[in-house]
């Protein structure tokens, strides 16, 4: 629990010294919302119509959610990295804990590595529907 608190507190840190991937990733965020709700029904949408061009909004608009995912990437190990390290110093966590609370963030972590490599497989569906869309006129 110490060790998902201290995570949680190395996002803060990111946010008072202007960490310049959790900025992009907040920029993204709007965009990222309305292509991981909309983007499949635009693409299904377009193919249905037979338009290419409305498919690939919606593959733009879900490349926004895959930029998301990967650039989030980098800010959680960062995060994960200031918690621990915030835990080491404060002496919060003896050097025997170190390991279990090393694991406790690497298995966090994976949840967004696996996020993205989903969003990435979504990504490409969706682009080969849209490509579909474009063989059929």
């Given at each position: 629990?110490l060790?998902?608190?201290?995570?949680?507190?190395?996002?803060?840190?990111?946010?008072?010294e202007?960490?310049?991937p959790?900025k992009?990733?907040?920029?993204?965020?709007?965009?990222?919302?309305i292509?991981?709700?909309?983007?499949?029904?635009?693409?299904?949408?377009?193919?249905?119509?037979?338009?290419?061009?409305?498919?690939m909004?919606?593959?733009?608009?879900?490349?926004?959610?895959?930029i998301f995912?990967?650039?989030?990437?980098?800010?959680?190990?960062?995060?994960?990295?200031?918690?621990?390290e915030?835990?080491?110093s404060g002496?919060?966590i003896?050097?025997?804990?170190?390991?279990?609370?090393?694991?406790?963030?690497?298995?966090?972590?994976?949840?967004?590595?696996?996020?993205?490599?989903?969003?990435?497989?979504?990504?490409?569906?969706?682009?080969?529907?849209?490509?579909?869309?474009?063989r059929?006129?």
């Open positions: 629990a060790a998902v608190a201290a995570h949680e507190i190395g996002h803060v840190m990111q946010h008072q202007g960490y310049i959790i992009i990733r907040n920029a993204i965020l709007p965009a990222a919302s292509g991981s709700t909309a983007a499949p029904y635009i693409v299904i949408l377009g193919a249905i119509m037979g338009s290419y061009n409305l498919a909004i919606g593959v733009y608009l879900f490349l926004a959610m895959l995912q990967i650039v989030t990437l980098p800010v959680e190990l960062n995060a994960s990295g200031r918690g621990l915030m835990l080491e002496g919060y003896s050097y025997d804990q170190r390991g279990d609370a090393k694991a406790v963030l690497k298995a966090a972590a994976m949840t967004y590595v696996i996020a993205a490599i989903s969003t990435l497989v979504s990504f490409l569906r969706l682009l080969m529907i849209a490509n579909n869309s474009r059929r006129n």
